[in-house]
């Protein structure tokens, strides 16, 4: 079974600042997708990023980029310019390509804190 | 983009009640739902898949009698807590993948559920 693991339960930024959140995976699988969501106070779960693991380059999203290191099994987030807004909590999620599996496995979370 | 409507968002009821929680895909259909469970101040856990036209499948430890999961159609799937008890007071999210393989799951915006 895959799992997920995000080791900084919280994380504080200066806000303008940049900071990285990390997140190592467990798989025996070559193809899947990684995700990461945002979950402000109001508990809505909100897509920030995804990237495929055939897929080489990072993906960026804004100020939101990743560092995907698949032999690592290592897909940290990093955001830039931090505002008010990105205060939440961020969890970081695995789903198989495979049709039974298309479930997701998310991580135990970070919650990101932004000092004005 | 798409749009997973979850209803009620709260629910306040006595012990020994059964509640039922909605999930509806509103502009894409999707054969296949998923049902979470979130604590206070941790991730989401998956309960359950929920299968259009067919059973759901429940993972490890969660009471298939005690959590009635219904996808009767592409764009609902229904989830009943039978005889709740304080216990099950918690955050229930469903999410919903549109038929394309290679597209993100969507989240409903959760319902609160207070069992006093």
């Known amino acids: 079974a895959q799992t997920v693991t995000q080791s900084q339960p919280e994380m504080s930024v200066q806000e303008a600042e940049t900071v990285t959140l990390s997140c190592t995976y467990d798989?025996?699988?070559?193809?899947?997708?990684l995700f990461w969501y945002k979950q402000p106070p109001s508990r809505q779960m909100i897509l920030v990023i995804r990237q495929e693991a055939y897929k080489q380059q990072n993906a960026t999203e804004n100020r939101f980029s990743v560092n995907f290191q698949k032999a690592a099994k290592s897909f940290s987030l990093k955001i830039s310019d931090s505002q008010l807004g990105d205060a939440a909590m961020y969890f970081c999620a695995y789903r198989s390509t495979k049709a039974a599996g298309n479930k997701l496995t998310f991580g135990g979370g970070t919650r990101v804190l932004v000092k004005p | 983009g798409a749009v997973v409507s979850q209803h009620p968002s709260r629910v306040i009821c006595k012990s020994g009640t059964s509640v039922k929680i909605e999930c509806r895909s509103l502009d894409f259909q999707a054969t296949t739902m998923f049902w979470y469970r979130q604590f206070p101040k941790q991730s989401l856990m998956l309960m359950a898949t929920?299968?259009?036209?067919?059973?759901?499948?429940?993972e490890q430890g969660v009471e298939k009698d005690k959590f009635l999961i219904n996808h009767a159609s592409l764009t609902l799937s229904t989830l009943t807590v039978t005889s709740a008890h304080p216990e099950d007071s918690s955050f229930y999210i469903c999410?919903?993948?549109?038929?394309?393989?290679?597209?993100?799951?969507?989240f409903g915006d959760g319902t609160r559920l207070s069992i006093l």
């Open positions: 929920s299968n259009e036209g067919s059973k759901a499948t429940y």
């Open positions: 999410s919903a993948r549109p038929l394309s393989s290679n597209q993100p799951q969507h």
């Open positions: 798989t025996s699988e070559s193809d899947y997708y």
